[in-house]
């Protein structure tokens, strides 16, 4: 049984909001409850839309096979983090990589 079949006919992109502000499917979950969740009370309450699709607001996700690359993607980077970190944080500032004839002087 396909989602369409409970719908009205028209456009069928869904998209959530939380008191009223859409919400980025491009953002990961657990970021958007951090930053937006003003009670740490689980469950968040989501609203699901099936109609007037927010298109100034949010980007169109044509295909659940976009939604799948973007989330593999965003699990690669969560799982290289706490290797990458240490590496990152022990690099010099970009300041003084430069040679000191390109410095700026304040």
């Known amino acids: ?9 028209g456009d069928t992109r869904f998209w959530l909001d939380y008191e009223g502000l859409p919400l980025k499917w491009s953002i990961p979950t657990g ?4 930053l937006l969740a003003k009670k740490r009370d689980l469950p968040w309450e989501l609203t699901v839309h099936f109609r007037t699709f927010p298109d100034e607001v949010l980007l169109k996700c044509n295909d659940s096979q976009t939604v799948r690359a973007h989330f593999y993607n965003s ?4 799982a290289a983090l706490p290797y990458l970190l240490p590496c990152i944080v022990m690099l010099p500032p970009p300041f003084l990589l430069l040679s000191p004839s390109t410095r700026a002087v304040p």
């Open 31 to 34: 970021v958007l409850y951090d």
């Open 75 to 78: 699990l690669k980077v969560t």
């Open 1 to 9: 049984m396909r989602s369409q079949e409970f719908l009205p006919p």
